[in-house]
């Protein structure tokens, strides 16, 4: 599946990914001006159970539930990693 990757900043100097299906906006619930376009078009296998280096779990059914997939509070990424 090709999406658009977004990031946010959290506490303690770690990052939130949201990704959305490519060309599509986020979706007004998940809307904030903090997230910040990383890449656009990117492909990746949405059917693992967790998609890496975004911390991202189950994304194809966070997507097919909310329209978007976002990573856990509990799997946030510290700065430095190797998350685009």
């Known amino acids: 599946m090709h ?3 977004y990031r946010r900043p959290e506490a303690q100097n770690k990052f939130s990914y949201l990704i959305v299906p490519a060309g599509q906006p986020i979706p007004e619930e998940a809307t ?6 990383r890449q656009q ?3 990746v296998d949405e059917s ?6 975004y911390e991202i779990d189950n994304p ?3 997507i097919d539930e909310k329209g978007y997939a976002i990573t856990g509070v509990m799997h946030q990424v510290a ?3 190797n998350a685009p």
């Open 48 to 53: 693992q159970e967790h998609l890496h280096p």
């Open 32 to 37: 904030n001006v903090d997230w910040q376009a």
């Open 60 to 62: 194809r059914r966070q």
């Open 41 to 43: 078009g990117v492909n």
């Open 79 to 81: 700065a430095g990693d």
């Open 3 to 5: 999406v658009d990757i």
